[in-house]
């Protein structure tokens, strides 16, 4: 019909690409929130994307306010990263051999955080937590570890188990294919629940090897600790000769220069980082104390590899984004995420939409629901049907959101008024449409 917002003309190729797709690959997608599944309809194939814009391969354009999930938080292909890549690709795609570019991005990362004094690169988030959480358990000879509900460390068998909140559960398989005997060794327990962790500590105290938390958890929405909460598992862990991992891959150089840690200040002993520093290349990275990054081999008995570690063009790509990433930009993310989150929160309320706005620095999402969300339980109680609605108008306006009401809504240092007002434009009749 000629009224219609969003006809399947307009999506006919990416309806077509996602048919086969799905004949080619589970669900048609290589990660699953891609697929649309929580908010229905076709997932748009982008076929090209430049600083906050994305062009699908109707040639459909949207405000991006994915960014990679993270990483694209200079907006995308930016002149310096592009340039930096084009030129260390013109050199060599993969050596397998140290090379310099890989000590260029470590020593990037090492003088922006004073806690971390050695890094190791890998290639993504996954690999980082899951190598930390190794040489957590090598460095203390202990096996158990704790999480937080709603904290999401990358598809790690340990870290994958989420279920049940209550006090020192042993967690039962998220997902199938992870074994009991690595679930059971994870005590999943609510975040900002310090007498849940004292009480998983009093039992287990010299059985656990780490507590790995998000910074500031973005991955059931954005949760920050609450004033004090990352203080106690800085305490507790020590009292108990454990170790505190902070998983500032979403977080890192994102919410500061020196990401969460460059607001709260408090020292893990390891960190992990992805996303930003890879510039949009699959770049990610741990580290923290020298005695213990000793441990991973070759200096230590802790093993740990891997083929395109390292990657001259990822790590170009890493160390352009990292050193663009001045302190301008980050006043811009500032004032770019609160005109839009203003906006939506003007937008709602006059639609009489129940809903919170939660911040990280920066980084910012929006709950539809009433009242501070601290833990996971909290994050869960809303209203996924209105924001699935709300999800679907902007995408028919032309802004494109993080498919899932538990994610954070990223923006860039591209992000210019243009782009902004497009995302103004369209919040009122989404937010009229969420109201149902
Ligand atoms: N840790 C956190 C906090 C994340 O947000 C993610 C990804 O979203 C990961 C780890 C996993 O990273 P990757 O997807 O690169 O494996």
């Known amino acids: 019909s000629t009224t219609s917002r969003s006809t399947s003309a307009s999506t006919a190729r990416s309806d077509a690409l996602i048919e086969h797709a799905r004949t080619v690959t589970p669900g048609g997608v290589n990660s699953p929130v891609r697929a649309f599944r929580a908010v229905g309809g076709t997932p748009r194939f982008i076929a090209s994307a430049q600083g906050p814009w994305l062009t699908d391969v109707d040639g459909n354009r949207y405000v ?13 292909r930016h002149p310096d990263v592009l340039a930096a890549v084009t030129a260390a690709a013109d050199k060599g795609f993969s050596f397998g051999t140290p090379s310099e570019n890989e000590v260029a991005l470590a020593t990037e990362i090492v003088g922006r955080i004073e806690p971390v004094e050695q890094v190791r690169l890998v290639s993504s988030g996954t690999e980082a937590t899951m190598s930390a959480l190794r040489l957590a358990r090598g460095a203390t000879g202990r096996s158990k570890v704790v999480k937080f509900a ?15 909140s209550g006090l ?5 398989p998220d997902s199938a294919g992870v074994p009991a005997s690595s679930a059971g060794e994870t005590i999943v327990l609510p975040y900002n629940d310090v007498a849940a962790v004292e009480a998983a500590f009093a039992e287990h105290g010299d059985e656990i090897a780490c507590v790995i938390t998000e910074a500031s958890p973005g991955n059931m929405g954005v949760v920050p600790p609450a004033p004090g909460f990352t203080q106690a598992l800085r305490r507790i862990t020590r009292e108990h000769g454990a170790l505190l991992i ?18 709260e200040g408090v020292v893990p002993d390891l960190f992990t980082f992805g996303k930003v520093m890879g510039g ?3 770049a990610a990275a741990f580290g923290g104390r020298a005695d213990l990054m000793a441990q991973l081999s070759p200096d230590g008995p802790v093993y740990q ?3 395109l570690s390292g990657n001259p063009v990822a790590t170009a790509a890493g160390l352009a984004t990292l050193q663009a990433c001045t302190p301008e930009v980050y006043s811009h993310l500032d004032q770019v995420a609160h005109t839009i989150a203003d906006a939506a929160h003007d937008a709602l309320s006059a639609a009489g939409v129940a809903h919170t706005i939660q911040w990280a620095g920066s980084m910012f999402s929006v709950f539809f629901r009433e009242g501070e969300v601290r833990s996971y339980d909290d994050a869960q109680a809303q209203d996924t049907a209105a924001f699935g609605r709300f999800f679907n108008s902007m995408l028919d306006q032309g802004v494109h959101l993080p498919p899932s009401a538990f994610e954070a809504w990223f923006v860039s240092a591209s992000h210019d008024d243009e782009a902004v007002e497009a995302v103004l434009a369209a919040l009122p009749a989404a937010a009229r449409a969420a109201s149902g």
């Open 64 to 76: 991006d306010l994915i960014c990679s999930w993270g990483p694209m938080i200079l907006g995308h």
């Open 150 to 164: 709603g904290c999401y460390h990358g598809h790690v068998d340990a870290l994958l188990a989420s279920a049940g």
């Open 168 to 172: 020192a559960t042993f967690a039962l």
């Open 246 to 263: 902070s998983d500032e891959v979403m977080t890192g150089f994102r919410c500061s220069a020196a990401g969460w840690f460059g607001l």
């Open 280 to 282: 949009g290349f699959p």
């Open 305 to 307: 590899a891997g083929t």
